[in-house]
């Protein structure tokens, strides 16, 4: 993966995330997908 050009300059101030759906794909119907956004909400 590339580098993104956001940075977040203010840890403690409150953020959003945003999502697109894709030809309208299941995603959140298998817990495996699940835990990898899980895992990397958790991470940022």
């Avoid at 993104?4 to 817990?31: D, G, Q």
Wanted: neutral net charge; hydrophobic residues 40%.
């Amino acid at each position: 993966m590339g580098s993104s050009r956001y940075v977040i300059t203010e840890p403690n101030k409150p953020h959003f995330m945003t999502c697109t759906i894709v030809e309208w794909l299941a995603v959140f119907t298998r817990m495996e997908t699940v835990q990898i956004v899980l895992d990397s909400r958790q991470y940022q």
